[in-house]
Structures are given as C-alpha cells and as structure tokens.
C-alpha cells in the first residue's frame, strides 16, 4: 500500500476526488493533504474524510526542510498536486522524482505557465477562438506546467462557452480521469 500527499491551494474537489477514489483501494491511500492557506476548503474536505492536514507558509516551504521531513514522517510515496499554485521547490521534485503528477485545465503545452490557471485558462482558450481544450495530466519539475506529459483528455469548446461552462465541464474531464491516471502511474512504482 503506498501513502499519497496531496498539495492543494482551494476549495479542493479534486482533492475530494482523489481521497474517495482511493479510499477502499488496496493499491494506495491518500494519507495527508497540505496547503498553503489557512482558509482553503480543502482542509476542510479532507479533514471530514479523516485524512490529516497541514499548513504551512512560503519560509517554510522555500526555506526549511520541515516539509521533506513531514512527508518523511508520514511515509509518503507519491506527491499530487490538485490546484497548488506554488511551484515546488527543487530538492523535493528532486526527492520525489518521478513520482509527482499535476493536473492543468488546458491542453498543454497551450495554456500553460505561471498565473494560468482556473478561470484566466479558459478565459484565454474562448479568447483565443479554440475548437478545443482539455485537461493535461503531467509530471512536475523544477518549471511551471513543464514536465513530460501522461495524459491528455479533450472536449469540444462550444460556440456558447463562458469561463464557467468550460470550468464546470473542465471539471467533470478531471474528476473521471486524474484519480485513475494517478492509480495507473502509483502502480508502476
């Protein structure tokens, strides 16, 4: 059985996602979830589905090894990011090479990048008058939306998409689709 953290900034449906997904799998558990803010409904989610939380700030992140040493602690295996938006630092994409996935709402390598995500994504796919966009399931590195992709999912943009129709069928592609990717990669180890 291998122990998963999930990184998570917001309100946390995929994160709910992922901890149900795997909550009767003999192949993982999700064990812990950490976030960078105090306020994100993420803790929340995943207290009420009995997995263990933590906060931590931009110091300890960037300048401490508190959070290497957490993950040590807990014995986790595999990292997942679930609308974190801070980029990792490099001794732990270091320490987990390999064994990190993150998931954006685009069709990388479009759409990518640092300040692209939720809303301003697919904001810019309408703008930009594309016939589709997706979701990206990938590895990280040491670059925002960088590493080798695993997975890519599309759907159509219709004529009459705002920025919340996109998001909210965005959403459906990365529930049905990032836990059993993660499963797939998680199996591999």
Same mark, same amino acid.
């Given at each position: 059985?291998?122990?998963?953290?999930?990184?998570?900034?917001?309100?946390?449906?995929?994160?709910?996602?992922?901890?149900?997904?795997?909550?009767?799998?003999?192949?993982?558990?999700?064990?812990?979830?950490?976030?960078?803010?105090?306020?994100?409904?993420?803790?929340?989610?995943?207290?009420?589905?009995?997995?263990?939380t933590?906060?931590?700030?931009?110091?300890t992140?960037?300048e401490?090894?508190?959070?290497?040493?957490?993950?040590?602690?807990?014995?986790?295996?595999?990292? $997942?990011?679930?609308?974190? *938006?801070?980029l !990792? /630092?490099?001794?732990?994409?270091?320490?987990?090479?390999? =064994? &990190?996935?993150?998931?954006?709402?685009?069709?990388?390598?479009?759409?990518?990048?640092?300040?692209?995500?939720?809303?301003?994504?697919?904001?810019?796919?309408?703008?930009?008058?594309?016939?589709?966009?997706?979701?990206?399931?990938?590895?990280?590195d040491?670059?925002?939306?960088?590493?080798?992709? $695993?997975?890519?999912?599309? *759907?159509?943009? !219709? /004529?009459?998409?705002?920025?919340?129709?996109?998001?909210? =069928? &965005?959403?459906?592609?990365?529930?049905?689709?990032?836990?059993?990717v993660?499963?797939?990669?998680?199996?591999?180890?």
């Amino acid at each position: 059985m291998k122990n998963i953290a999930i990184f998570a900034s917001g309100s946390g449906t995929n994160a709910e996602q992922i901890i149900r997904y795997f909550a009767h799998s003999e192949t993982a558990r999700v064990t812990l979830l950490l976030s960078n803010r105090e306020d994100a409904y993420a803790l929340t989610r995943a207290r009420t589905l009995g997995v263990e939380t933590i906060v931590f700030d931009r110091s300890t992140f960037r300048e401490s090894d508190r959070i290497p040493h957490l993950l040590a602690e807990h014995k986790i295996d595999f990292l $997942v990011l679930a609308g974190f *938006l801070w980029l !990792l /630092p490099t001794a732990l994409v270091q320490a987990y090479s390999g =064994r &990190i996935l993150n998931i954006h709402p685009s069709l990388l390598p479009a759409y990518g990048g640092k300040g692209m995500y939720g809303n301003r994504v697919h904001q810019a796919v309408i703008e930009a008058g594309e016939k589709e966009s997706g979701i990206t399931i990938h590895r990280v590195d040491e670059i925002y939306d960088n590493g080798a992709i $695993v997975a890519q999912y599309k *759907l159509k943009v !219709l /004529p009459d998409d705002t920025p919340e129709t996109l998001a909210a =069928r &965005i959403h459906e592609l990365e529930y049905t689709h990032y836990p059993r990717v993660i499963e797939q990669e998680i199996r591999k180890l």
